[in-house]
């Protein structure tokens, strides 16, 4: 069983930065792509950054490009999610998830494990 727990979120001003981590129990996890989506009340959970397992590749929505950050610790089981220069419009519910090898990465039907989510708040 895969479990993914997120953590990091918060209040922060824009212009702000809040890292977010995503910590991943098994011992699978170097083998796996991941990703990050996030929602914001009323709309759908949308793709943010993606990387792959040897870290190698990285992909961005457009939205976040040249502010977000993804990386991972394959060591210590750990995703994360750099967040630079924040806006109102980054409000939202930060998820982690486990790509299945398959689909469209930047699509959320491609991911089989998520976690729980954290909250990020923008806001003066």
């Known amino acids: 069983q895969v479990q993914l727990v997120e953590s990091g979120g918060g209040l922060v001003q824009p212009g702000g930065s809040l890292r977010l981590s995503c910590a991943a129990s098994?011992?699978?996890?170097?083998?796996?792509?991941m990703g990050w989506f996030r929602q914001a009340p009323g709309k759908e959970r949308e793709f943010v950054a993606f990387?792959?397992?040897?870290?190698?590749?990285?992909y961005y929505a457009d939205s976040v490009k040249g502010r977000f950050s993804i990386s991972r610790e394959n060591a210590k089981n750990i995703l994360f999610l750099q967040m630079n220069s924040l806006k109102p419009e980054d409000t939202a519910v930060y998820y982690c998830?486990?790509?299945?090898?398959?689909?469209?990465?930047?699509?959320?039907?491609?991911?089989?494990?998520w976690g729980q989510g954290t909250q990020v708040t923008v806001s003066s």
């Open positions: 998830a486990r790509w299945s090898g398959s689909g469209n990465p930047s699509l959320a039907s491609g991911y089989e494990y």
């Open positions: 098994g011992r699978t996890f170097s083998d796996y792509a």
């Open positions: 990387i792959t397992s040897n870290v190698i590749y990285t």
